[in-house]
Each structure stands twice: as structure tokens, then as C-alpha cells.
């Protein structure tokens, strides 16, 4: 069988990978950008030895450690914790919101005063939600989630989504939430981490295999399908449908890199919620805070976010209505009639997916083919591994 995967990207990377090593089939992958990874593209500055990721910041977060050992197949993975900071008032604040949150934002008896409260109500160690902090009859708790509204949640998602203030919910119906701890960690799982030399380079690493053959700068319009059997197309699925039941939508980030900068911060992200016109400023040399560096440059780069527009900008985040729902729906209603065609991640899916999310999708895929496939001698290694199941055991743990 011959295989075509369109998009270099992490979903694509796996999904060729499987193919190549438990089908043994011959695998094309092809890009239209000049180099491999998609969103998880990144590269080494090489005057100041920083890793930057220029269109997001990525961290591996995971409580499987069959996704942990399967990555480190392809990359020396270095555990990481992210902890970005907010902006609330001209306070830099912990976010996730939490107890910390609390004293750095508000007097200390008063924030020690909320901390008991929230405690004895809801006690320790708990997530909940500003709707729950609300629906309660004690004033200074609906005065905090009234403030975590109007201050973080509020605007944040108006500059994030370009919503309108009328749209958004009402405090008492918001589930943003809130940690009852002492916890700042943005990720909560077991396994956290980035590959130490960047995830472009553990991306061409998975593509590495005798079955697999890689073209760049290669568009899906220039390629001739009838030379494949199978096609697995990672791009957006109303592109591949030629957008005949409209175009679905996405907010996309345009990312400012300053190279000027010195010692900006120790953290890897800030966000702003109203302050500034943009949303993040990320301090690539803080995601691996115990390398050592030749300078003190920094590399920032400040995300402005706005709508995907067709030939302007990239897809970043779908987004998710009833309208682009309905869309959706007809173009995978459509799907479903193709006979050998996948359409997989965070396009082809119309979903956002985390990256350990998209590898489980990828290993799905691949082995429900191989469940199909009477032709394969080995053709179980992965079900009789009971891999798949690990996996899911895993995050659900
Ligand atoms: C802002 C943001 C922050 C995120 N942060 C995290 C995080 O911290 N941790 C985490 O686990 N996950 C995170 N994610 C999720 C994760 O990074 C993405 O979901 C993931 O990169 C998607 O991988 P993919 O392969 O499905 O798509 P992509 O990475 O978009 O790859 C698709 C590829 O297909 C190519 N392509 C598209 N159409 C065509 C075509 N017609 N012809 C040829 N090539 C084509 C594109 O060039 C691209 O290379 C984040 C996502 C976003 C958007």
C-alpha cells in the first residue's frame, strides 16, 4: 500500500511513523512549509543558544507514561514546570488564580481573611469555579469571583476569542477556575516536559525511517492522489472540501519577536488580559530555566491575537460556536462517504487537541487499520501490547 500523509505536524509525524514501523508500508509525507513540525515548529537562535518557538509555546503535559516513553524514542525530554504570571491591576499575580493569587494581589489580612473563608466553605486542596465562588450567600467570596471576573476573566476572553462583552456569561455562570491551594502549576499532570533540542527536531526525528519519505514546500493541490491508496490529511477540512459548505473559522496569533531585550523576567509567560494590545509575551529562555546561556539576551515574542483570514495568517484556535458546529458537521458527514481518506488533528478534526491527545489519535488511527488489514503478520503488536489501553488508563488516572 502506498500512503500519503499531508502536514508534517505532530499528527501527521505519528500517524506516518505507526505506518512506516508496524504496517511496513512506504510512506510520503508532505508539507507546504519549508520545514516540518507545524505549530510545534521551533528553532535555535544561534547567537544567544535560545530555543524559540514562534508560534506558541508548547509543553508536553501528560499523566501517560506510554506517550513519556514513546517520545523519548525520538528526543531527550527535560521535565519542566510552567508557571505564568498575570497581570491583574498592575499586580504580576500567579495564574493559574489561586491561594498564592490572593496575597499578591490583596492586602494581606483581607487576602488571608478570603483564604479562610475559602478553606472552611470549600476546603483545601479543591478546584472550583467562579460560579461556584458566586452562588453563595457570603459577600467577600461573590466580591472575589466578581473580581476575578471583571479582571482576568472578562477581558481575557474578549481580547482571546473577539467576543463581545454582552456575549460572555454572567459571573454566576462562568466555570473559570479557581485552585483552593498552594499549587502553581499551570499543568497539573504527571509528566511535564520539553524535548531539550526543540520539538522540530524530535518531529524529524519520527520521521526518520527507511519507509518514509519527506517533501517540503509541497502543497496537496500539486500532488496526484491516484498514486496513493490511503491518504491521511492533517490540513483543515473545509480546504480539502474546497470550502463548498463555507469556511470554518479559527482566531489565529501573530507573534512580534523583540531580540533587543535584556533580563525582561524570569518566567516563561506573561499574560496580559487588558493591558497592552497583546495577549502574551513569552521569554523563550525561561521555558528551560536551568540552561546556561552565552548573554543575557532575551528573545520575547508578544502574541497579538486575531481572526484567521484566508492568505493573511495562519489557523491557530477553532472556534467553537453552533454555527461553525453546523459546518463542521456537513464537511465530516461528507468525510465519511470518502472511502481511504483520514482526516486527522487539530485541522483535519476542527478541534483542539493537546499534544499528548493528538499521539493517542494518531495510535487510534493507525490501529484500527491495522485491525482491517488481514495482510499483516504482526499486525496486533500494538492491541496484543495493549497499548492503546495503557494509554488511555493512563489519562484517566
Ligand atoms: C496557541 C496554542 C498553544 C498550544 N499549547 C500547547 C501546549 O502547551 N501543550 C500541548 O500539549 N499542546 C498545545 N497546543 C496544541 C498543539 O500544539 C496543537 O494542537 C498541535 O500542534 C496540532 O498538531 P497537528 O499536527 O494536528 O497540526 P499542525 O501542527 O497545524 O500541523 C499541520 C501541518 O499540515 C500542514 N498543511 C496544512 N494544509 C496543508 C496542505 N494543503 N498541503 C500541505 N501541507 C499542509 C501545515 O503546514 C502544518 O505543518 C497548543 C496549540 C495552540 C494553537
Redesign the pocket.
Known sequence: MNNLV????????VIAERIASKLRENVTV????SH??????DYLDKDSGILVQP???????TNSKFIWDYLSNFANLTPVT?RPLVQIQGFSATMPLCLLTLHEIFPEDFAKMLENKLIAKFGYNKKITLAEMHRNFDDDLKFLSEYFYENVFKPYTIKQWGLSEESLPDCADTYYPFFISLDDRYFKEKYQAVPVCGWTNMIENILKHKNIKLKLN????EINVAKYDRIFF???ID??FDYKHGELPYRS?RVELNENLTDFGKIATYNYPYDYDFIRANVYKNVMPNNIYSNNKDIVGFEYIEDFELGKNE???PVNNELSQSIYRQYLEESENLHNIFF?????EFK?????E?ITRAFETVARLMINNDNIEEKNDEIEDGALEEINNDNNE
Open positions: 499531508v502536514g508534517a505536524g505532530l499528527t501527521g509525524a508532505i508539507d507546504r512549509a516540518v513540525g507545524g505549530m510545534h515548529y508560534k506558541h509555546l508548547n509543553f508536553l503535559h510552567f509541497t502543497d496537496f493541490s492533517t490540513g483543515s480546504e480539502y496569533v489557523r491557530f484556535y486527522a488533528g487539530r485541522l483535519g483542539y487537541y493537546e499534544s499528548d493528538l
